[in-house]
């Protein structure tokens, strides 16, 4: 990638660099500064889907969550989170697409889920570490790593990844065909969620 706005970013750790300098300066939930707006404008024409967005961004914003172990940014442009490594990624394969669009299809069930024990339980405890954890710093976890789930339930339907069509969306993929949908989701309901201090599910291993 060339200079853009006046700054060289060659690759995605170009980019890592700037983005943690640029979020060591908000601490707190506000707009984005007029030359880091800019970067961004800027930035929004490398994304791979940006012509077919015809993005126009009127209002650039950066959310900042406090947390015990450091704070968590988000860039929202016209109130959407917007990923700036994306700008830096290859073609996804079909096997991402698919992942990604069946980890979509649940991801409502798996916030039902959480709120809902919440809901019941005023005071939770970490499954693993018995931390005291509220709705804002609880993570899910998978018991079976989700790919695994995902495997067992596309051996047992017989299905093709190559012929499961999936549809792009500013959010990620998601699944074109509502009733797989909806099967999919009744399948991984099967399987048990652990409710987990979020500093606790950093370090552990991605389900």
Partial sequence: MPIINGISINDSNDLKEFMTEL??????????????????????????????????????????????????????????????????????????????????????????????????????HCMLSGLTITLNTASTHHVTKFELIL???????????NKIQVIHTDRGYILKDKKLTDKFRAFHHRYPLLILHETVHSTIHAD
């Fill in 23 to 124: 979020y060591s300066r908000y601490n707190y939930t506000q707009p984005l500064q007029y030359a880091d707006y800019l970067f961004f404008v800027e930035l929004l024409k490398y994304h791979p889907k940006y012509n077919d967005w015809h993005i126009n961004p009127r209002d650039i914003n950066i959310i900042v969550k406090n947390r015990p172990n450091g704070n968590v940014h988000t860039i929202l442009i016209n109130k959407y989170p917007f990923s700036p490594y994306m700008c830096f990624e290859k073609p996804h394969t079909q096997q991402h697409k698919i992942s990604d669009a069946f980890r979509n299809s649940i991801r409502g069930d798996i916030v039902r889920h959480k709120k809902s024990i919440f809901r019941k339980y005023p005071i939770y």
């Fill in 151 to 161: 495997k067992k339930f596309l051996n047992d339907t017989n299905l093709d990844i």
